[in-house]
């Protein structure tokens, strides 16, 4: 089921197009990375998601609300992470929590309950007490994170969350995606760095001059971009069964042999691969290892953005 829908959303100004008949589904529970460089769209399409722009022409709808005309229903089921966000000097990170507690309109009683929840959840004990604004850029960014959470919100916008950090704090950072996934949030987060986002996201968009060229399961889009891939085989015993059973298989060319070792060019879906792995092993084969030389999101991106991989 579609929490994040959109249908032919397009936003203009003047003679400029930011984004053209944008029509996106995200599942629940998903972790969609919206990918594209500077400029595509990312962002103008976050920024009507959050409320604060409205589109041209369209419709864009989170948990069957719809941004434009319930906005303030919207709110309420949604958490926002712009790119850049201000702090304010002589304000600790406890009443920097309360203040946007207090926004969101969360009782008072409750708010010490839930700060300390969301503090605990982005690791932000021991600076509960420490001023905002003396932190460093990953920390700020989990300073974020935390306000964003706190009133809970089914669907997170995260814009472009670790851009800028560090190596050690873009792994804590993901790190903690994976533990909100894993709470049932539905993510959408937008970055041009790929990098980031290929051990984060179990879904995909790619947006280029405000156009979506492609959406949905990585592995399915790779799959059907790369007709072609390596694999590798190494056995420990049953070595000329494997030979038999690999030249019968249509779909296995360039097939060769050194020792227990088999390299052969695939063009078999993973299915077909899962079932031939089971044949070698039916077979008679012990199969030590199986794998394949595994595309990236740079040769998805590329392959959609210039035609080829």
């Known amino acids: ?6 249908r032919s959303l397009t936003k203009r100004y003047n003679t400029f197009t930011a984004l053209k008949d944008l029509n996106l589904q995200i599942e629940v529970g998903d972790v969609f990375g919206f990918i594209g460089p500077n400029g595509a769209g990312k ?39 712009p790119d850049s966000f201000g702090v304010y000097d002589g304000m600790r990170l406890r009443e920097y929590l309360d203040f946007f507690g207090a926004a969101y309109k969360i009782p008072s009683k409750k708010r010490k309950t839930i700060i300390d929840d969301v503090l605990a959840l982005t690791d932000l004990n021991s600076k509960a007490d420490d001023f905002v604004s003396a932190f460093s850029r990953g920390m700020k960014q989990r300073c974020c994170l935390a306000k964003t959470l706190l009133h809970d919100p089914k669907v997170l916008l995260l814009d472009e969350p670790a851009s800028g950090l560090d190596p050690r704090a873009r792994i804590e950072m993901r790190e903690l995606l994976k533990t909100l996934q894993g709470m049932g949030k539905t993510i959408l987060i937008s970055s041009h760095i790929l990098s980031e986002l290929g051990d984060m996201c179990n879904k995909i968009g790619i947006i280029e001059h405000g156009a979506l060229l492609a959406a949905g399961d990585f592995h399915e889009i790779l799959d059907t971009l790369q007709q072609e891939r390596e694999v590798r085989i190494e056995v420990l015993d049953g070595e000329e069964a494997a030979m038999k059973i690999l030249e019968a298989t249509p779909g296995v060319t360039n097939l060769e042999r050194s020792g227990s070792e088999f390299h052969f060019v695939s063009q078999l879906d993973r299915i077909a691969l899962a079932n031939l792995n089971t044949a070698l092993v039916t077979g008679g084969v012990k199969v030590l290892s199986f794998s394949q030389d595994e595309g990236t999101l740079e040769d998805v991106f590329l392959h959609v953005t210039k035609g080829g991989l």
Request: cysteine-free; hydrophobic content about 40%; proline content about 4%.
């Open 1 to 6: 089921m579609a929490i994040v829908e959109t």
């Open 43 to 81: 962002t103008t399409t976050i920024r009507i998601l959050s409320t604060l722009l409205a589109p041209t022409a369209g419709s864009a709808h989170i948990d069957g609300i719809d941004v434009t005309k319930q906005p303030y229903e919207i709110k309420k089921i949604l958490g926002y992470m």
